[in-house]
Each structure stands twice: as C-alpha cells, then as structure tokens.
C-alpha cells in the first residue's frame, strides 16, 4: 500500500518520515533544500545525507523492514512531501 504524506521540517532536527517501507520518494513543495538520511535510528545532525532539491526528489528503493527514512531542511525551513510503498 502506497502512502501520501507532508512534512514541514527545519535544520534544527531530523523528522522521522516513513518506517519499514522499501520505496520511499521525498520531495520539495517549494525552492528549499532538504536533506535525507536512512538508516536505523536516528541520525546525528552532522551525519551523512543525500540532498534534495526542487525538480530534484530523493528516491530510496531497496530499503529494509528496521530501515527509517529522515528528512531536515538544509538551510530554510521545508514542506516536503514523502510517498512510500
């Protein structure tokens, strides 16, 4: 099953956004910059991300049943929209 969800995140901390799905999509309702991490738990933030950026998603295929996805703003705050499946 297939789900639909916005985010409204900040640089300040990661926000948990989709848990034990395999395809996960992220992407940005406006110009900011996000981050997104996948892993575990929860990551520090100084930790490893790939960036996102508008017209530019992030998509995370192949994920793990433990796996969670993390997603903070870069620089301004973000609304961002994650699927998952």
């Known amino acids: 099953m ?8 900040t640089r300040d901390a990661w926000t948990e956004v989709a848990s034990g799905a395999a395809y996960v999509t992220v992407a940005t ?4 910059r ?3 991490h996948a892993g575990t738990v929860a990551p520090a933030l100084t930790a490893a991300f790939l960036e ?3 017209g530019e998603p992030v998509k995370l295929m ?3 049943a433990s796996d969670k996805v993390y ?4 620089v ?4 961002v ?5």
Do not use: K
């Open 29 to 32: 309702h406006g110009r900011e």
């Open 81 to 85: 929209v994650v699927l998952s499946s």
């Open 52 to 54: 996102g950026a508008p």
């Open 76 to 79: 301004n705050p973000a609304s």
């Open 2 to 9: 297939s789900e639909t969800i916005d985010f409204s995140v």
């Open 71 to 74: 997603v903070r703003a870069t």
């Open 62 to 64: 192949g994920l793990g």
């Open 34 to 36: 996000f981050a997104v």
